[in-house]
């Protein structure tokens, strides 16, 4: 494998590996390999006199990867250390992220920066996001309605779609496993609370499924309901809503009155 750092241009090698659209990592790494440098030179007693040759800078499953062919341990532990700081930070500007799925999608990105990736993905059309956001639970999941149920829509925003169809999806393997007793499941409504969270209805209910409710009542508390980034509960007068920094400050939306 070629080495990709020329220790002389650190800053436009990592930039290349990177691309521009992780710029936000790739200034943070290139500064740390200067630091690495530096140390190399000040400190050969503890860091070697040697530079690392680095094979490979990746973004991989929504995490920075460097690889170095066997190097010093000192150099390797603070390498270690500052990409793990790198992680928490997004990928194309530098701001406060975790890693997080979204839409199936493994990334470190802000929700700003997240959202400007949707809008050129769909074309600033939420009606061009995958299919899901069609979804209709009769439909799809005709083992978890009545039989006289011919369609039903959840009233939710976007953002929750993943988290729903992730509940659905447990739900019906747990009805459609249940080998002792049978496990009949009805769900009625599925709609956002007043509290915040993700609210479903059933007219007839196991308490198998406690621990899936559970779970996708918390999940949808820390979730952005309109982008599906990781929001936080924007508490109003008379209701709560889910939402991410970037769709609070777009101020308009309002699932109640969708
Ligand atoms: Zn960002
Ligand atoms: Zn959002």
């Given amino acids: 494998m070629k080495t990709v750092v020329d220790w002389n241009d650190i800053y436009a090698s990592v930039r290349k590996e990177l691309g521009d659209h992780r710029a936000g990592w790739a200034d943070q790494l290139a500064l740390v390999l200067e630091d ?16 690392p040759d ?12 460097v690889y170095t062919r066997e190097c010093n341990q000192n150099i390797l532990d603070e390498l270690d250390t500052r990409v793990d700081e790198i992680e928490k930070t997004c990928e194309k500007c530098g701001n406060a992220a975790g890693i997080q799925s979204i839409q199936g999608y493994l990334t470190t990105l802000c929700c700003w920066c997240y959202n400007e990736y949707l809008e050129y993905r769909f074309d600033d059309a939420e009606a061009k996001w995958p299919r899901d956001l069609e979804l209709d639970i ?20 976007a ?6 169809g992730q509940f659905l999806q447990a739900t019906e393997h747990v009805v459609r496993k249940a080998f002792k007793e049978p496990v009949v499941v009805q769900i009625t409504d599925v709609k956002m609370s ?14 198998c499924l406690d621990q899936l409710l559970r779970r996708i009542d918390l999940d949808s508390k820390r979730t952005c309901a309109k982008c599906g980034h990781r929001g936080d509960i924007v508490r109003k007068q008379d209701k709560a809503n ?15 009155n969708a």
């Fill in 242 to 256: 889910v939402l991410c920094a970037h769709c609070e400050d777009r101020g308009e939306w309002d699932p109640f």
């Fill in 138 to 157: 009769a439909d799809r999941f005709p083992d978890l309605v009545s039989a006289d149920t011919a369609s039903l829509k959840p009233s939710i925003g």
């Fill in 194 to 207: 007043r509290e915040g969270s993700i609210h479903i209805d059933f007219s007839k209910f196991d308490h």
């Fill in 159 to 164: 953002g929750w779609l993943v988290l729903l």
């Fill in 54 to 65: 680095v094979q490979q800078i990746k973004q991989k499953l929504g995490g920075l990867r």
């Fill in 36 to 51: 690495v440098k530096h140390s190399v030179e000040r400190h050969p007693g503890v860091f070697g006199d040697e530079l």
